[in-house]
């Protein structure tokens, strides 16, 4: 099993930036991606913002989020997500997540297979 703890959510104005991080434990061996979603306030669905691999290649973006979010892999094997130019729009709780080896690659919620319990951003106008 993989567990996935995100930290690093909270209040900001437009245009600041924030740093997310999620830290994974257990059977990380397995992990072929991480990814990062998010669900806006009364929104029913988790919307895709990146993924990267575990190796740190293989890099995507949603389209709102391109040109001002980055996904990387650190040192400490954590898998960060830095946010930049945030606008009111990307008011959410953020998910980290997993994509398990030998399994179908993609980026929408039904792909990955381990959620943590996600942290709130909210950018004020």
């Known amino acids: 099993q993989v567990q996935l703890v995100e930290s690093g959510g909270g209040l900001v104005q437009t245009g600041d930036s924030l740093r997310l991080s999620c830290a994974a434990s257990?059977?990380?061996?397995?992990?072929?991606?991480v990814g990062w979603f998010r669900r806006a306030p009364g929104g029913q669905t988790r919307e895709f913002v990146a993924?990267?691999?575990?190796?740190?290649?293989?890099i995507f973006y949603g389209d709102s989020v391109k040109g001002r979010f980055t996904i990387s892999r650190d040192d400490g094997g954590n898998t960060v997500l830095q946010m930049n130019n945030l606008r009111p729009e990307d008011t959410a709780v953020y998910y980290c997540?997993?994509?398990?080896?030998?399994?179908?690659?993609?980026?929408?919620?039904?792909?990955?297979?381990?959620w943590g319990r996600g942290t709130q951003v909210t950018v004020s106008s």
């Open positions: 257990g059977r990380t061996a397995n992990i072929y991606a």
């Open positions: 993924r990267i691999a575990w190796s740190g290649g293989y």
């Open positions: 997540a997993s994509l398990r080896r030998f399994r179908p690659i993609g980026n929408t919620e039904s792909h990955f297979d381990t």
